[in-house]
């Protein structure tokens, strides 16, 4: 199990459907990637899911409608992206199915206290969560960096992840747009992250 478990304060684990709307797919950011489903479940299932953050971000926001105030959460799954054709017949499988993890949180970054108020969460957040989960997926520290970059559906100020050069994953700020369709009101950092090259160095096994 990878997860973010030494952080000072580590979020609840959760455990999503690989099945989504589409809509909620395209929040990913990989519209062109889809998997759609011959036969889905329902109207509403019809494609397999190629980020975590929605379903993280669609949690949190009925936690805060019940009346949390301080929501972190993580999730270890897989991402489905549709395989390309080639124009050489049909590939062994429709779909690449890469292991991901990911991290939003909202609220206070620390326990409260009578005689002043927490800091409240923000990039540093999600930034020492996601790196520790990478750590415990395999990579070392050394290899990962973190550098400024413009991330879809992020406010100014996100910023993408690289392990040995190569750009694995991203943080940042949702833009408030996106929440304001969640009914969100509270400011949302988040993070992700493609364990895929990580784990085919031969660094560390999943599971």
Do not use: Q
């Not at 952080?7 to 759609?36: D, K, M, Q």
């Not at 509403?44 to 009346?67: K, W």
Request: aromatic letters at 4%; glycine letters at 8%.
């Amino acid at each position: 199990m990878i997860s973010p478990a030494r952080t000072p304060r580590p979020p609840n684990i959760c455990s999503a459907w690989s099945i989504t709307h589409w809509a909620f797919s395209v929040a990913g950011g990989a519209e062109t990637l889809l998997v759609e489903l011959a036969n889905p479940m329902a109207e509403n299932l019809g494609v397999m899911r190629v980020s975590l953050v929605p379903a993280l971000l669609r949690t949190l926001a009925a936690a805060l409608r019940r009346g949390e105030e301080d929501v972190r959460l993580f999730e270890e799954g897989p991402a489905f992206l549709a395989r390309p054709h080639d124009g050489e017949g049909e590939s062994a499988t429709p779909a690449e199915e890469r292991p991901v993890v990911a991290v939003v949180a909202s609220g206070a970054d620390g326990p409260r206290h009578f005689l002043h108020a927490p800091r409240a969460v923000d990039v540093l957040t999600v930034k020492g969560a996601i790196l520790e989960a990478l750590v415990a997926g395999g990579a070392a520290r050394e290899d990962l960096a973190v550098v400024p970059a413009d991330v879809p559906r992020c406010a100014p100020g996100a910023a993408e992840i690289r392990w040995r050069g190569r750009r694995i994953g991203w943080l940042g700020r949702v833009h408030p747009n996106e929440l304001r369709a969640l009914e969100v009101e509270a400011p949302v950092v988040a993070a992700e992250a493609d364990l895929t090259d990580v784990l085919a160095a031969g660094l560390a096994p999943l599971g």
